[in-house]
């Protein structure tokens, strides 16, 4: 009976795949997502502001800046170190036709999406920070999440997971930031 079921969920899994990365292909996300997902294209803008925080952020930018790295370092060996090579998912780019691949497709693990899991750890944890800021990192978490379906490297599970994942290892630092934040006075905002 559970092999039934997840059986079931394989190939439901692989239907949303299929949804997601062929039916829905248009020009505009086929310029779109793969700037989205490359990691490449953030990563002057996140130094930058990194290095802005640090600099003019006061105590709040330089906390904002402790608890991302300390999140997104969390999430980040947890599911590259741990939950992959446990898991062992092979990307769908590896394993099905007829796919739309919009960028190289790698041997690595499928299952969780470290993109979705350290997006949205880090989409939470800044937020946190900067309350007024949730809208658009929800938005862009959300597209840099949906872009590794769309571009062919993940099902919409393992981003799903990632997703969870993510805001679970945010949770996990900011309830660990209150609690010392309770017990030593300079680790606060205030």
């Not at 039916?23 to 505009?28: C, D, P, R, S, W």
């Not at 394993?95 to 739309?100: F, Q, R, S």
Request: aromatic share 16%; glycine share 6%.
């Amino acid at each position: 009976m559970f092999y039934g079921l997840f059986e079931n969920l394989i190939q439901f899994d692989t239907s949303l795949f299929y949804f997601f990365n062929v039916k829905l292909q248009n020009g505009i996300f086929d310029f779109l997502m793969p700037i989205l997902t490359n990691l490449d294209y953030w990563r002057i803008p996140l130094g930058m502001m990194v290095v802005l925080l640090l600099i003019f952020g006061k105590k709040r930018g330089r906390i904002a800046v402790l608890l991302l790295v300390v999140g997104i370092a969390l999430s980040d060996q947890l599911c590259n170190n741990v939950l992959k090579p446990l898991i062992q998912r092979i990307r769908p780019c590896n394993v099905l036709e007829e796919i739309h691949l919009l960028v190289n497709c790698t041997r690595a693990y499928s299952f969780p999406s470290s993109h979705a899991m350290n997006i949205f750890t880090g989409c939470i944890l800044f937020s946190y920070s900067y309350p007024k800021s949730k809208v658009i990192l929800l938005i862009i978490a959300v597209l840099v999440s949906y872009s590794r379906i769309y571009v062919g490297v993940h099902y919409p599970f393992d981003v799903l997971a990632g997703v969870i994942l993510g805001i679970f290892c945010a949770f996990i630092i900011i309830t660990l930031f209150k609690f010392l934040s309770k017990n030593f006075r300079g680790l606060s905002y205030s």
